[in-house]
């Protein structure tokens, strides 16, 4: 299966500001996609990014508020922007590869005060 | 929209004792099931999936059982460790089809507890 990175690991952000994370592949991949796992919760897709085209973004979820760039395909990033504390959340890079199916990076737990 | 969900949210069990994690889903167009490990600190982990043309499949120590009658899928762990002490999620896919690729959706998960 592929091996993601993401960074940072974990990061305290001020109320708003904005953070942006990085999602590194070892193998060149089609589509990645990112997900939002609030605390003691489930999985929620916020959107799917495709290398050259802009990202398709889940019902409640704007790019105004969460820009995707996904430069190559090998790299994506995700901005938080303008922060409250109900972004608080772990987020989480995914992606797929045909045969390999889904992998997780580690996350990136947000906490915003 | 279609979601996955869990009938139980929390389960312990003994060292050495079977498991049972239930999942009930409603999108009846769904054809890839997976079921996810995710531990403290860490991103989920693949550990079984199953494609809705079988009913059951096996791996180490794991079996994921799909009834599409009922849309229900279930993962069975036989042996129980304190190491399978987890979140477990199931998760769905409904463009599997041929070229698979495609978003997935996310059970609530069931906190697994094992007792030594």
């Known amino acids: 299966s592929a091996v993601i990175s993401q960074k940072p690991s974990r990061d305290i952000c001020q109320r708003g500001t904005s953070l942006t994370i990085q999602c590194q592949v070892d193998s060149q991949v089609t589509m990645m996609f990112w997900y939002r796992q609030q605390p003691g919760q489930s999985l929620t897709l916020i959107a799917t990014?495709?290398?050259?085209?802009?990202?398709?973004?889940e019902s409640g979820f704007v790019i105004d508020k969460f820009p995707i760039s996904r430069p190559n395909l090998t790299f994506s990033t995700l901005t938080v922007s303008n922060m409250s504390p109900e972004d608080s959340s772990i987020y989480l890079c995914?992606?797929?590869?045909?045969?390999?199916?889904?992998?997780f990076g580690s996350g990136t737990r947000l906490t915003v005060v | 929209g279609e979601s996955v969900g869990l009938h139980l949210p929390t389960l312990s069990v003994q060292e050495g004792d079977n498991s049972i994690i239930n999942c009930a889903y409603s999108n009846s167009a769904s054809d890839y099931f997976i079921w996810y490990k995710q531990e403290s600190g860490k991103g989920p982990q693949f550990i079984i999936d199953i494609r809705s043309n079988m009913d059951k499949r096996q791996g180490q120590r794991v079996t994921v059982l799909l009834n599409k009658t009922v849309k229900h899928l279930s993962l069975q762990i036989a042996a129980t460790q304190p190491g399978d002490s987890a979140v477990y999620f199931c998760a769905e896919n409904a463009n599997a089809g041929g070229t698979s690729y495609g978003k997935l959706t996310f059970g609530q998960g069931t906190i697994l507890t094992v007792h030594p």
């Open positions: 990014a495709n290398q050259g085209s802009e990202a398709t973004y």
């Open positions: 995914s992606v797929e590869r045909q045969g390999y199916g889904y992998t």
